[in-house]
């Protein structure tokens, strides 16, 4: 007698109801219907469980890839800013270590170049300094990089750089002061 049609006996015996054999499909089934919830075989899931069980993932799992391609786009933010932060640098360290003179595109031009970038995304604004006409007064700005079409003695010039990332998401400005006082 096998082990389990034996145990069968045993949790039979507190019945009043005869035990059949397990050769008989019905009586299999009637047999395992009897048994405690433990000793039954599992059926597997049902389908209302199944989709149940794919809604509660998707709630976790939705906000997760929120969050990973928040995580993403941040990275790439991240990304080009320090690429900008490296161009900026760069265009301002050519510009401040250029000669006098009264055009500093090329040098932010060249400053973009370096890094394969479209010179179109850097705009230079060029300023001379105008001394006001008494020394307790203060002075302007004037546009353009020089006062004539040559640099002349103690001229002071402010160039500001702006520069965009390819993607145009950050942006960035500096400037430089040049002095020959």
């Not at 034996?6 to 089934?29: F, K, M, V």
């Not at 990973?68 to 991240?78: N, T």
């Not at 546009?143 to 402010?158: A, F, H, K, Y």
Request: glycine share 6%.
């Amino acid at each position: 007698m096998s082990p389990q049609l034996d145990q069968q006996r045993q949790w039979h015996d507190h019945r009043d109801e005869p035990l059949c054999e397990l050769t008989n499909e019905s009586c299999a089934e009637a047999v395992a219907a009897q048994l405690p919830q433990s000793q039954r075989r599992d059926a597997g899931f049902t389908l209302i469980e199944a989709v149940i069980t794919i809604a509660l993932i998707s709630i976790v799992v939705i906000p997760l890839l929120g969050a990973v391609v928040a995580s993403i786009d941040a990275s790439g933010r991240g990304r080009s800013a320090a690429q900008i932060e490296t161009v900026i640098v760069n265009a301002a360290d050519r510009v401040n270590r250029a000669p006098s003179s009264c055009g500093y595109v090329g040098y932010v031009r060249a400053a973009l170049g370096s890094q394969q970038w479209d010179p179109d995304l850097a705009t230079v604004v060029e300023e001379h300094y105008v001394p006001a006409a008494a020394p307790n007064q203060m002075g302007t700005w004037a546009p353009g990089p020089c006062l004539i079409d040559s640099p002349t003695e103690l001229l002071v010039q402010r160039v500001t750089i702006r520069i965009s990332s390819p993607d145009g998401k950050v942006n960035r400005e500096i400037q430089v002061v040049k002095s020959d006082v």
